[in-house]
């Protein structure tokens, strides 16, 4: 059930266990994680709402600029985190990991 992020603890909250999880089995995104979150809040301009499942923020940040919505998810067989068009069954718009540029990543999201 996605929870909105309307307060910074909510959002420090879901980094926390994103990074913790990265820790043990996704090493490849800790860093691009951080670059992510400050990239969603440059850009987004309505809803933002993290999955979470009894209680416990899963790897799913929602989001919506002033053309659209997005999903940012954890793809374990790719090992990277995916940025798909209005929800996360939609199509992948980009794939990051830490060998992501942050330039790329600024362009990208500059174009949202």
Do not use: C
């Not at 820790?23 to 860093?31: E, I, K, L, M, T």
């Not at 919506?64 to 992948?92: C, M, P, Q």
């Amino acid at each position: 059930m996605p929870v909105d992020v309307a307060e910074v603890d909510v959002l420090q909250e879901y980094l926390q266990g994103v990074l913790d999880r990265a820790d043990h089995h996704a090493r490849g995104v800790d860093q691009i994680a951080l670059a992510l979150v400050g990239a969603v809040i440059w850009r987004k301009s309505g809803a933002l709402k993290v999955m979470a499942v009894d209680g416990d923020m899963k790897n799913v940040l929602w989001f919506e600029t002033d053309t659209s919505r997005y999903a940012l998810s954890y793809n374990h067989r790719e090992g990277a985190i995916e940025l798909r068009e209005k929800s996360v069954r939609g199509s992948v718009l980009a794939s990051f990991t830490n060998k992501t540029p942050l330039a790329e990543l600024r362009g990208l999201f500059a174009d949202l």
